[in-house]
């Protein structure tokens, strides 16, 4: 018998006897990991807000922080949410810095698609934040404030200004004085200039009933001509500039380039820059009729240094080697180094809030400052042995040191040495020699500097060249004041009016008290702010936080929930007295607060006790309190916590919950917040890599969640 035939017979035996034999399964078993059994039983727990009893706790809001983008994708962000909250904060995108654009305008698309789709989804929306010190569009609100750069036409002025200037009137003919018409000393734009004071009567109406006309001015009728004034008004005023000499001596006209031509323009407590062109001439000569009579009882200031007409074809009294210097029709520098980037910003980024500026980024500092620059090119050589000036504004997104240079092919240079950059805009006025006659370009070194730097009206001229002088006019406190307190009007107005339909409560202000001095308000004086921190407070004094309450009132539902918010309430109970005396204060001025909100971004580490007394304390207010910004983290890493930190992570969740519900009576339970319903991501802006969530980044449930699920099950029967 061969092999083959060996094996199946074999086999055949092996059917017979199993055939013969019913199969049994031999007993066997293993326990299941204390782990894994651990963590079956945390996933058989229900939707959290499935613990809350509606009937017992109605009002009661049971919310969750995270993206608008989170929840636009729908993705398991939305339905995580939606599955275990009722209502929903965003941490960034309904903050100023985040809706306010570069011109002052509020970009609300997204903000209405993430309120839209929380409301076909039954999820509230709570209102985060209006008026808070950070993610501020600061650069826009600085510009607000900032001076007014002013540099004269680089052209000779054709208004004869002698007879302003020695305050005769000598070929200007007051022809309706009004209450007055004068040459004022040191009321002008910048120091110690004149400026014209004109005052209508208590019964002025009419355009002429306040005018006063300059001198005859020659033109060449071909030529384009532009008119340059600057006029502010003690209280809101109207004029218009007419002529003699034109075919239509009262045109209307686009006084302030906004792209619309009106017969008049309008003055406040600001300078206002008049400015604009003319090309309709009959004759050889023009006069200027300025008209200021149209309301009663304003004082004008028009700034005398500065009122121009001038041939805008004529020859230039100062040559700027730098074509283009302002930025606004593009630029004709290049650039490298590293992984720097550069370009022109968009419109109203530019010194004063105005205009473009140029910019270059460079993420971090590098070895040799040369490494990162932009190169200004030259139509020709600069002369060998002259000394030019280089004028520019710049700021900076931090603190840093630039370089200017004027440079030859073979890089060598004569350098205006260090310009130190700040955040704010900032004149820079230098002059150095050259000595060869090879330099052929401008260079600017920025490896020294980490962040980006912008910067604007940059002028290259020869020492010997006239004309281009610049007036810096500041702002005074009462204009600031003015100006800031129209800025926070109209972010509230926008704002509030688009989201009224969704949110029904708001965070209105936000972290006003001072850590180191618990009853007094924060404030940006004296220190280095980040480019995205702006302090109402510093501008509108204590009164700022009654404004933004009667502004939600007013532009709100008249029925919102509106809060005061702060952290470390539990960590220092000063800091909670002096929040809660701030409130009081808000009311005494007539704004209605109708509850407090304390963060509590904690540790496993944190005081007991003062979580039990600012409970107390914020209970005896008899306001809502909102637990508005819960997070727990466990004092090291991720990668570095181990199952006793996560054990006594759960513990505090249930013990600040518990707290909340025992100390904070029902009727001013307003609902609790968990900020980072995950683990933070190590590359996260906040609390990185930390494990303060009650899920995992890979959403799987911790600990935490059993202990806030028995915590609401426990205290909303």
């Not at 200031?301 to 100062?318: E, H, K, M, R, S």
């Not at 980024?361 to 030259?378: H, I, R």
Request: glycine share 10%.
């Amino acid at each position: 018998m061969n092999s083959l035939h060996k094996i199946a017979a074999g086999f055949t035996v092996l059917v017979a006897m199993a055939a013969c034999n019913k199969y049994k399964a031999a007993e066997f078993s293993v326990d299941k990991p204390a782990t894994v059994a651990a963590q079956e039983d945390i996933d058989a727990y229900p939707a959290l807000k499935s613990y809350i009893n509606r009937a017992a706790h109605p009002n009661f809001k049971w919310g969750v922080a995270l993206g608008l983008q989170e929840y636009l994708d729908k993705g398991v962000k939305y339905r995580l949410a939606n599955k275990n909250f009722d209502e929903i904060v965003l941490g960034y995108e309904m903050k100023h810095g985040a809706v306010v654009q570069a011109n002052g305008n509020l970009e609300l698309t997204k903000v209405k698609a993430l309120l839209q789709t929380a409301g076909q989804a039954g999820m509230s929306v709570y209102g985060h934040t209006l008026v808070w010190h950070a993610n501020q569009n600061a650069a826009y609100l600085n510009g607000l404030i900032s001076p007014l750069v002013v540099t004269s036409p680089a052209y000779a002025n054709d208004l004869n200004l002698a007879g302003l200037k020695d305050k005769s009137f000598t070929g200007w003919n007051r022809a309706s004085v009004g209450a007055g018409i004068t040459v004022a000393d040191a009321e002008g734009m910048g120091t110690g200039n004149k400026a014209i004071k004109l005052v209508s009567t208590g019964s002025s109406a009419a355009a002429t009933d306040l005018q006063l006309i300059t001198p005859s001015i020659a033109v060449n009728k071909a030529h384009k001509y532009e008119v340059v004034m600057y006029i502010k008004s003690d209280i809101a005023g109207e004029g218009r500039i007419a002529f003699e000499g034109l075919n239509n001596n009262t045109p209307s006209i686009d006084w302030t380039k906004s792209g619309t031509a009106t017969a008049t323009f309008t003055t406040g407590i600001s300078w206002k820059e008049i400015r604009f062109q003319i090309n309709d001439f009959a004759g050889d000569n023009i006069k200027l009729h300025i008209d200021l009579g149209y309301k009663p009882g304003v004082t004008y200031t028009v700034d005398v240094n500065n009122l121009y007409v001038f041939d805008t074809q004529g020859t230039p009294a100062i040559n700027n080697l730098v074509a283009g210097g302002d930025f606004e029709t593009g630029t004709g520098w290049g650039g490298w180094g590293g992984a720097s980037t550069r370009g022109i910003t968009a419109d109203g980024m530019g010194v004063g809030n105005k205009g473009k500026a140029f910019f270059v980024t460079n993420p971090t500092k590098s070895a040799n400052y040369w490494d990162v620059q932009t190169s200004y090119p030259f139509a020709a050589n600069l002369n060998n042995g002259e000394t030019y000036e280089l004028s520019f504004w710049v700021k900076g997104t931090a603190a840093g040191i630039i370089r200017p240079e004027l440079q030859s092919a073979d890089y060598s240079s004569n350098g205006f040495g260090q310009v130190a950059v700040t955040t704010d805009w900032k004149l820079v006025t230098i002059a150095t020699p050259t000595t060869s006659a090879d330099r052929s370009r401008l260079i600017f070194s920025y490896g020294e500097f980490a962040g980006t730097v912008y910067i604007d009206d940059v002028v290259l001229k020869s020492s010997k060249a006239t004309g281009g002088t610049t007036t810096i006019a500041e702002k005074s406190p009462f204009e600031k004041t003015t100006i800031i307190t129209g800025a926070l009007d109209k972010w509230m107005k926008g704002m509030l009016e688009v989201s009224k339909p969704y949110v029904r409560a708001w965070d209105v202000v936000n972290e006003p008290m001072d850590d180191g001095k618990p009853y007094e308000l924060k404030t940006g004086v004296g220190r280095t702010l980040a480019a995205d921190e702006f302090y109402w407070q510093d501008y509108l004094g204590k009164d700022y936080g009654v404004m933004a309450f009667k502004q939600a009132r007013l532009y709100g539902n008249a029925n919102d929930t509106l809060f005061i918010n702060d952290y470390n309430l539990e960590y220092n109970l000063d800091k909670c007295r002096g929040l809660i005396e701030y409130a009081k204060y808000i009311e005494s001025k007539g704004g209605k607060v109708d509850g407090i909100g304390t963060q509590m971004h904690i540790s496993i580490t944190a005081d007991k006790n003062n979580i039990s007394e600012m409970f107390k304390l914020l209970a005896g207010t008899g306001k809502l309190i909102k637990i508005s910004e819960l997070d727990i983290g466990v004092g090291v890493k991720t990668t570095a916590a181990t199952a006793e930190h996560y054990k006594a992570q759960a513990e505090m969740y249930k013990y600040v919950i518990d707290k909340y519900f025992e100390l904070i009576p029902a009727k001013q339970r307003y609902g609790i917040t968990i900020w980072s319903p995950l683990d933070s991501p190590a590359n996260s802006s906040w609390r990185a890599g930390e494990p303060i969530g009650i899920w995992t980044e890979a959403y799987v449930r911790k600990l935490a969640y059993a202990s806030v699920a028995e915590s609401l099950k426990a205290n909303t029967k």
